[in-house]
């Protein structure tokens, strides 16, 4: 094996997690937390091989995977922003809700409780960065946290989401209006995430039960590990990935257990919130209902 | 020429408080206005108005000769009105230049002009005087200069008439200077400034006209010529209103308790803000039996922070000591079971839990003796609630009711009655009427003298003159986290207090 190898099967586990931990920075710097990318993953997944299945066009699969990360994370905002429910509740419900969904369109759909049949992908087989320039989903991964951060930090849509993420009264007395942008940025976090769960199905070519396992939850980890900017959270989900992939390489040499390798994002994000590594400061209006 | 600022009749009520009674304001074109009055006199609250924040009940708003009356704040921001409020509207983690242009960006294509934001920043600052590095994050500036980016945030989006709540609160002496010369420097623009403030000194120094409130209405309308710290204190005070308010000393002579030991004892007391600064800058004093000690003094100069240090809610330096007994290493409970009562500033924040009943808030805090075994003894903590409605008329007289159905006056009444009935030595007792009716003034003030009669120390904050020198033996002013003046009462008159509240004269 390569270092080349080692790269190469890096990025292709890093995807999901970029495109999900854009979508946990945008929703988080608009200060709402993303705790549904992984039912926005899963939802995506879904979406992308029913419809790439149907269609036979896994662009068409891509289309439909952005409606369903969208659709899901319109429900939590209106939960979050228009109901001012409990941010963590309807994430959480938003993550169980996303489990029952894709559960009951397989069965329903493909008549099975456990994974749909061979759907059309963005071809490319094998491993190695070949394979993978094929598809342009890892493209998409790999520039969506720099324009993302040029988004952030350039452009006064950016600059709003900023202001309202940190500070929504001094937001909304100079006119911003935060609502609005609240509801963009989490629509936009729920299409990235199904974007992350669209590269799931469409690169295993198929749909199984629950195939995100957990990895919503590593992109929220990158998100706080990175601390909240678009950097920061690229070069969390490259270590994270790094990580799995060295557990996969390590797999029946029995050097390190296996679990050991799966707790690195949790355990790194444990620290980084202790403030081991500098003091990690989130937007201070996260998880408070708007005051607008 | 028409006014740049006419309100008249102005009314408000917020619930059952009437913040605003046919209030009236005339303010010229460039000139800088004082708009004067004590807490609560509904200065802010005519001036939130003005800017669109509030609508007004009643009343008519013409800003340059053009009846705007019932507009928004982006209609005011519009038509040039900006208001710098008393809580900065800033976002820290954003440079000073993004916080001036947030809301209305100045782009070059699909991007922030940046450096066309900051240019922007540097004219102003130019042209008024506010200078502050426009690439400085707004977390890392002083308080002073996260004043001058409010009021450019004001001027970037054309601003010609400027509202500025209490502005000074915050700023050091040199600060307050800079400040007037760019007030200054935009009346010569031809800009007109209205100053809310209660720092009578600062009235005589920057402003043209001065109008002052008391209690939600306009009472005078003076020009700067032949106004006098007195004069303007007077008006606000009111004196027909002091008199009426029982100003005659009504407790015991001065100088009794003076030969026993005082049961509250602070040396050397310092409290540090943000900022390192010294917000309670090493005061001492103490407090014998039988005597209240009124502190006095416009708010926000250490007062808060003093109550809170002596009843552990704050960290602070030096020593507190009740009868003899060291408080600092105790916690708030245990200063509480040492002989400490607290009756808190502010009753929503600290005083009350407003969805837990009447009976539940009565046991706060001292609910670890109204238990059986692990669990709380509802029947006595029942029999308790029912004797404390009684004795102190807190109405409605039913136990179970959630404290935040009751009026302002008898959510009160429950605080002081609860820390009343603690074995207590000292009471902290902190603005213990703000904002509640007469009856409810009448019967805690009667309890208060009741507990010192019984030989009970009580130190008293209030920002009431009138209360202060109805109840205290002893009169000490707080002005600039110090004491500045301690007086008996006999020897302290309300213009004398006034004149070492508003920093006017300084001795100690």
């Known amino acids: 094996m390569s270092v080349l190898d080692f790269l190469s099967q890096t990025l292709r586990i890093a995807v999901p997690f970029l495109l999900a931990a854009a979508g946990g920075v945008l929703s988080e710097r608009a200060g709402l937390i993303a705790l549904g990318l992984e039912g926005y993953m899963l939802g995506g997944a879904f979406c992308a091989a029913a419809v790439s299945f149907a269609s036979g066009s896994p662009w068409l699969g891509v289309s439909a995977a952005l409606v369903g990360g969208a659709v899901l994370a319109l429900v939590y905002a209106v939960g979050t922003i228009r109901f001012r429910g409990d941010q963590v509740v309807i994430g959480i419900a938003i993550n169980l809700l996303a489990v029952g969904l894709t559960r009951f369109f397989l069965r329903l759909f493909f008549g099975s409780s456990s994974n749909s049949p061979r759907v059309p992908g963005f071809g490319g087989t094998g491993t190695g960065f070949l394979a993978l320039a094929y598809n342009p989903l890892v493209w998409i991964g790999v520039i969506v946290l720099p324009t993302l951060g040029w988004i952030l930090y350039r452009t006064p849509f950016g600059l709003r989401v900023r202001a309202v993420g940190e500070h929504p009264a001094a937001a909304a007395s100079v006119g911003v209006p935060v609502t609005r942008v609240r509801y963009i940025a ?107 | 020429m028409s006014d740049a600022i006419r309100l008249a009749g102005i009314e408000k009520s917020f619930g059952a408080v009437r913040a605003n009674r046919g209030a009236d304001l005339q303010v010229a074109r460039g000139e800088v206005h004082a708009l004067v009055g004590e807490n609560g006199a509904g200065k802010s609250t005519l001036m939130r108005i003005l800017s669109g924040l509030y609508p007004a009940d009643a009343g008519i708003i013409e800003v340059d000769g053009r009846d705007v009356t019932g507009w928004s704040t982006s209609d005011a921001i519009a038509a040039g009105v900006g208001m710098v409020h008393q809580h900065f509207m800033l976002v820290p983690t954003l440079t000073v230049a993004e916080n001036v242009m947030l809301g209305s960006e100045i782009t070059k294509g699909p991007v922030l002009d940046r450096a066309a934001a900051e240019q922007r920043v540097r004219d102003l600052g130019a042209r008024t005087g506010l200078v502050v590095a426009p690439d400085r994050l707004v977390a890392d500036l002083s308080v002073g200069e996260a004043q001058r980016v409010e009021i450019l945030k004001t001027l970037y989006r054309g601003a010609r008439i400027l509202i500025l709540d209490e502005p000074t609160a915050v700023l050091s002496p040199p600060e307050v200077q800079e400040l007037w010369n760019v007030l200054r420097a935009l009346r010569a623009e031809g800009g007109t400034v209205v100053l809310i403030t209660h720092k009578l000194d600062e009235v005589i120094e920057v402003s043209d006209t001065i109008t002052v409130m008391r209690q939600g209405a306009t009472v005078a309308r003076i020009p700067r010529e032949g106004a006098t710290p007195q004069s303007i204190a007077r008006a606000m005070v009111g004196r027909d209103v002091v008199l009426a308010r029982d100003f005659e000393f009504s407790g015991t002579s001065a100088g009794r308790g003076v030969a026993s030991t005082p049961l509250l004892n602070v040396q050397n007391l310092l409290v540090s803000g943000a900022r390192r600064t010294a917000v309670v800058d090493r005061v001492n004093f103490s407090v014998a039996p039988g005597e209240i000690l009124g502190v006095a003094g416009v708010e926000g100069n250490g007062q808060t922070e003093l109550i809170e240090a002596i009843a552990g809610l704050r960290e602070a330096e030096g020593s507190i000591s009740l009868g003899g007994l060291d408080l600092r290493p105790l916690d708030v409970r245990h200063r509480g079971d040492a002989g400490l009562s607290h009756i808190p500033e502010d009753r929503h924040e600290r005083g009350l839990v407003l969805d837990y009943s009447i009976a539940d808030n009565l046991i706060l805090g001292q609910q670890h003796r109204f238990t059986s075994g692990v669990t709380i003894d509802v029947a006595r903590v029942l029999a308790h609630a029912e004797e404390r409605i009684r004795a102190y008329d807190i109405r409605p007289a039913d136990p179970a009711t959630p404290a935040r159905s009751l009026s302002g006056g008898n959510q009160q009444k429950i605080v002081v009655a609860r820390e009343m009935a603690r074995d207590f030595k000292v009471l902290l007792a902190s603005q213990p009427t703000r904002g509640v009716d ?15 009669d019984q030989g009970k120390a009580i130190l008293l904050v209030s920002a009431d003159l009138a209360e202060v020198l109805a109840l205290a033996d002893r009169v000490a002013v707080m002005y600039g986290g110090r004491f500045v003046a301690l007086l008996l009462r006999a020897e302290a008159t309300p213009e004398l207090l006034g004149q070492f509240m508003t920093g006017a004269e300084h001795a100690a």
């Open chain 2, 438 to 452: 007469v009856g409810a003034i009448e019967l805690i003030h009667a309890r208060l003298r009741e507990a010192r």
């Open chain 1, 186 to 292: 989490v629509a936009f976090s729920g299409m990235l995430a199904a974007l992350g769960g669209a590269y799931l199905a469409l690169d295993q070519h198929q749909f199984t039960d629950g195939m995100t396992a957990g990895r919503g939850f590593i992109a929220l980890a990158a998100t706080i590990f990175g601390r909240w900017n678009p950097k920061g959270a690229g070069l969390a989900c490259l270590l994270f990935a790094a990580a799995e992939t060295l557990q996969i390489r390590l797999q029946g040499t029995h050097a390190i257990p296996s679990q050991f390798v799966e707790m690195i994002p949790y355990v790194l994000t444990i620290v980084a919130l202790a403030g081991v590594v500098g003091r990690s400061v989130p937007p201070a209006a996260l998880g408070k209902p708007s005051t607008e």
